[in-house]
């Protein structure tokens, strides 16, 4: 069982806005950065965000991180068809000792 | 450029030994740890541990302390995940990264390929 919580899936048409939510704890996203990870199908996964907000060089503005207490969201604008893919949160749980992940949450553009 | 270049799939039988290369480029070394990730078929990532390139300090996932062994030869630039004993749930997809940041602040910045390890009887 995954420490972070992701939904499963989310779903929009293209041009729309999706957002993903990643719920954790005092522990973990409470007080350590969260980073972002997208997997398209049949590829590594691939960092679309740090230090919850910082989007890495070559990394679109329609990708955005935000973080509110214990939770983080991911941030889509302008969905595409090449966005399907599986995204996944991390982050340092402290009581842990340890790195944990969302479960992942698979995006379709309807 | 940054290349995590891992090595070809394997199949192998429950109880076989396994060790799994990833030859790591285009950055200053002893900056950043080298990871494991493993990936199960269908589920999400879960980083198994990290190696510092500089002194090949370790430090393991609880989840993985004593199933793995990580190791590296600085000279030819090559991380290594090693199994003694392989199970039929070792069967996943595992991919090397590197570490950008430490402790609080991490984040998993270039990820290889990945090598699809196969332990079936």
């Known amino acids: 069982q995954p420490v972070l919580t992701q939904p499963p899936s989310v779903s929009a048409v293209p041009g729309q806005k999706v957002t993903i939510s990643c719920s954790g704890s005092s522990s973990n996203i409470g007080n350590n950065y969260v980073s972002w990870y997208q997997q398209l199908p049949g590829t590594a996964p691939k960092l679309l965000i740090y230090d919850d907000?910082?989007?890495p060089s070559g990394i679109p503005d329609r990708f955005s991180g935000s973080k509110s207490g214990t939770s983080a969201t991911l941030g889509i604008t302008g969905l595409q068809t090449g966005d399907e893919a599986d995204y996944y949160c991390g982050t340092l749980d402290s009581s842990l000792s340890d790195a944990v992940f969302g479960g992942g949450t698979k995006v379709t553009v309807l | 450029e940054v290349q995590l270049v891992q090595s070809g799939a394997e199949v192998k039988k429950p109880g076989e030994s396994l060790r799994i290369s990833c030859k790591y480029s285009?950055?200053?070394f002893p900056s950043y740890w080298i990871g494991w990730v493993r990936q199960m078929p269908g589920r999400g990532l879960e980083l198994m541990g990290i190696i510092h390139p500089g002194?090949?300090?370790?430090?393991?996932?609880?989840?993985?302390q004593g199933q793995v062994t990580m190791s590296l030869d600085q000279s030819i630039t090559t991380a290594y995940l090693q199994w003694s004993s392989l199970k039929a749930s070792d069967t996943a997809r595992y991919y090397c990264v590197r570490q950008y940041g430490y402790g609080g602040n991490f984040c998993l910045d270039y990820w290889g390929q990945g090598t699809l390890v196969t332990v079936s009887s």
Not at chain 2, 58 to 63: G, V
Request: hydrophobic content about 10%.
């Open chain 1, 53 to 55: 907000n910082k989007r």
């Open chain 2, 26 to 28: 285009g950055y200053m």
């Open chain 2, 55 to 64: 002194d090949s300090q370790t430090r393991y996932s609880p989840s993985f």
